[in-house]
């Protein structure tokens, strides 16, 4: 469940880490506030009012779309530091338009939207940095039609791999839930069977194992090397 995190040390960290103070002319420190989200949490939900401009300082999200017969489809991933809120932030209309779910535990700094579009308002620097976070955004939409359009499933799967891997823990891959592949292959795009058996090449090339209904990854370079870009 979310959590509200009162640490005016930690806040001042993820500030200096990420050079936060260089995107504002004013301060905008008293407007700030921590969150931590825990894994599969929701941040973000299609539909729902954005109240609040989020920075990613710590963990990593993803960010889907629901199609109209319920299932999902991945847009990209998202990792420090990034935010969630630049695509509304000029729009009249608010509400989210996709989904933004913890992909692990995550760490947010965030600043109301209101006080934030009030401070903002005459901020060149904060527009300009707004401008070139968005150029960022449709490169990485552009990068993941590419892996889509251009490459083979093995690769865009490669790629995925790579992209929900936490290297943190032993290459565990545990964001995939074998009860689930069914809807593992809607999300990526492609039938069940397909994926089960690029599944089971990447099992018998030692790409990968399976080990209590998780992905091991066992080697990562040769991974990394099939992949046709990242989803982020």
């Known amino acids: 469940m979310m959590r509200n995190i009162t640490d005016e040390k930690l806040l001042d960290y993820y500030i200096n880490k990420y050079k936060m103070y260089e995107i504002f002319e004013s301060n905008m420190k008293p407007y700030m506030e921590i969150v931590e989200f825990d894994k599969g949490e929701d941040i973000i939900v299609v539909g729902k009012e954005i109240k609040y401009f989020d920075f990613i300082v710590d963990g990593k999200a993803k960010i889907f779309k629901e199609l109209e017969n319920g299932k999902s489809v991945l847009l990209r991933f998202t990792r420090p530091l990034s935010e969630l809120g630049s695509m509304e932030l000029y729009r009249e209309d608010k509400t989210a338009d996709t989904n933004v779910q913890a992909l692990y535990s995550a760490t947010l700094i965030r600043i109301p939207m209101s006080i934030l579009l009030e401070k903002t308002k005459n901020d060149i620097l904060f ?29 865009r799967f490669a790629s995925y791999l ?15 839930n074998f009860d689930k ?11 069940y069977r397909h994926l089960n058996r690029v599944i089971e090449n990447f099992e018998s090339e030692g790409i990968i194992k399976k080990e209590n209904k998780q992905f091991i990854i066992l080697d990562y370079e040769k991974l990394e090397s099939m992949t046709g870009g990242f989803y982020e």
């Open 181 to 191: 592949l069914t809807d593992l292959a809607t999300y990526l795009g492609t039938s």
């Open 162 to 176: 790579i992209s929900i891997t936490r290297t943190d823990s032993n290459n565990r891959v545990d964001e995939i």
């Open 127 to 155: 527009h300009k940095y707004i401008i070139k976070r968005l150029g960022h955004k449709l490169e990485t939409v552009s990068m993941t039609a590419s892996i889509n359009n251009s490459y083979p499933f093995k690769n």
